[in-house]
T-cell receptor, first 118, second 119 residues
Framework: GAVVSQHPSRVICKSGTSVKIECRSLDFQATTMFWYRQFPKQSLMLMATSNEGSKATYEQGVEKDKFLINHASLTLSTLTVTSAHPEDSSFYIC??????????????FGNGTRLTVT | AQKVTQAQTEISVVEKEDVTLDCVYETRDTTYYLFWYKQPPSGELVFLIRRNSFDEQNEISGRYSWNFQKSTSSFNFTITASQVVDSAVYFCALSVLSNYGGSQGNLIFGKGTKLSVKP
C-alpha cells in the first residue's frame, strides 16, 4: 500500500531556532501534499497545501513566513518552522494523495512529528 | 460551509461490548466523500473507510461496520465485540469537490472520539 514517511518523528529545539520536517511518499508520486497540525486532544487542522513546483497555499491564520513549505519533487515536501517558539510546540503531520487520485482518494498520512520548543 | 461533528468526546467500554461512534456532517455539495481514520496512541493515522455521497449502502468489514444516512447527514461507525486494541482516537472526515471552504482534496476532520476499551 501507499506509504508516507515523515522525519523526524520527534524533535526538541530551543526557542528561536528553525526545524525542518520532511515528508516523503515512498512508493507513489504526489503532486499535492497537505500539512496538518494537531494540538493535544484536538483535531487535525490543515495548515497548508503543498503543490509540487509551485507555491504552497496557506490556510487563513497560518503565517507563511514562519512555516516555509517546499515541494521540490513529486515525492518530497518539507515544512520548516522558522524561529520556533514554545507556542509552536505541536504534532505536525503530513499527508499525500496519489498522482492519479481524485478528491475521493484517501489521504495517506505520515506518522507525524512531535515538536517541542523549549 | 463544511463541518464535521463528532459529539462524543470520549467513550469507555468493556471488552466485547459493541460501541457506535457518531459522525454528523454538513456540506452544500451534492458530491462528497466521507472517511474514518483511527489514531492509536502512537500518533499515526490509519485509514479505515471511504464512502462517496452516492453510495448509501452500509458496509461491514470484520468487526467494523458503517451506517451512512444522507437523510440525517450521518456516517456512524460501529465496532462489534470491541477489543483492547481498538482503543484509539477515531476521526470522521469530509472531502468535497468544490473549492470553497478549503483546499480541494483537503479533508475536514471532526474533533475525534477517544475510545477506551477496558479488559
Amino acid at each position: 500500500g501507499a506509504v508516507v514517511s515523515q522525519h523526524p518523528s520527534r524533535v526538541i529545539c530551543k526557542s528561536g531556532t528553525s526545524v525542518k520536517i520532511e515528508c516523503r511518499s515512498l512508493d507513489f508520486q504526489a503532486t499535492t501534499m497537505f500539512w496538518y497540525r494537531q494540538f493535544p486532544k484536538q483535531s487535525l487542522m490543515l495548515m497548508a497545501t503543498s503543490n509540487e513546483g509551485s507555491k504552497a497555499t496557506y490556510e487563513q491564520g497560518v503565517e507563511k513566513d514562519k512555516f516555509l513549505i517546499n515541494h521540490a519533487s513529486l515525492t518530497l515536501s518539507t515544512l520548516t518552522v522558522t524561529s520556533a517558539h514554545p507556542e509552536d510546540s505541536s504534532f505536525y503531520i503530513c499527508s499525500a494523495k496519489e498522482l492519479q487520485g481524485n478528491r475521493g482518494s484517501p489521504l495517506h498520512f505520515g506518522n507525524g512529528t512531535r515538536l517541542t520548543v523549549t | 460551509a463544511q463541518k464535521v461533528t463528532q459529539a462524543q468526546t470520549e467513550i469507555s467500554v468493556v471488552e466485547k461490548e459493541d460501541v457506535t461512534l457518531d459522525c454528523v456532517y454538513e456540506t452544500r455539495d451534492t458530491t462528497y466523500y466521507l472517511f474514518w481514520y483511527k489514531q492509536p496512541p502512537s500518533g499515526e493515522l490509519v485509514f479505515l473507510i471511504r464512502r462517496n455521497s452516492f453510495d448509501e449502502q452500509n458496509e461491514i468489514s470484520g468487526r467494523y461496520s458503517w451506517n451512512f444516512q444522507k437523510s440525517t447527514s450521518s456516517f456512524n461507525f460501529t465496532i462489534t465485540a470491541s477489543q483492547v486494541v481498538d482503543s484509539a482516537v477515531y476521526f470522521c472526515a469530509l472531502s468535497v469537490l468544490s473549492n470553497y471552504g478549503g483546499s480541494q482534496g483537503n479533508l475536514i476532520f471532526g474533533k475525534g472520539t477517544k475510545l477506551s476499551v477496558k479488559p
